[in-house]
């Protein structure tokens, strides 16, 4: 998936992607990022892809990993945010917006039946009110949520754009 990200600073427009990433790729803890992704990446059934900028690839801005729930529901295991990309000073501000769309877009083609076009994870307590506020997800209890497929369409839209 082909993605635009803003650059803090100037405002631009970053030409990006979104695709499955190899092992060898992977982001390290050392390196400031919160999840061990090669671990991770080990978790049968799981899928983790890559955001990156057209003219560099080589540097990963976002991960974010799925797996099926049930065999009929897109469940979002993890994302992160290179952690370049995260507070006031942060390098590009819609990251996380783009890797939540990409994992609306894969609810609709992955979710079966009923679940078609829906996306569920775990959030942590801190991001619940962003999740609803800033990016249109639905608070279930406890630290569930989802998006239907409004509200991921909505979501897709308003990163398009961009």
């Known amino acids: 998936m082909k993605i635009k990200l ?3 600073k100037t405002g631009l427009k970053r030409e ?3 695709e499955k990433i190899l092992r060898k790729e992977l982001p390290l803890k050392k390196d400031g990022w919160n999840f061990n992704w090669k671990v991770l990446f080990k978790v049968e059934g799981s899928e983790i892809y890559k955001l990156t900028l057209s003219a560099s690839p080589e540097i990963v801005e976002g991960l974010l990993m799925l797996t099926m729930f049930n065999e009929e529901m897109l469940f979002m295991n993890n994302i992160e945010i290179a952690p370049y990309n995260i507070g006031k000073n942060k390098k590009y501000k819609n990251t996380a917006g783009c890797l939540l ?3 609306c877009m894969k609810s609709f083609e992955k979710g079966l ?3 078609n076009g829906f996306l569920s994870f775990d959030s ?7 999740y609803q ?4 997800a639905i608070f279930a209890m406890g630290h569930k949520m989802y998006f239907n497929p409004t509200a991921g369409k909505k979501l897709m839209k308003k990163i398009s754009r961009y």
Do not use: M, Q, V
């Open 133 to 136: 506020k800033k990016y249109g």
């Open 124 to 130: 942590k307590t801190e991001l619940i009110d962003l």
């Open 6 to 8: 803003l650059e803090t």
């Open 113 to 115: 039946g009923n679940y």
């Open 101 to 103: 769309a990409f994992a």
């Open 16 to 18: 990006g992607r979104i």
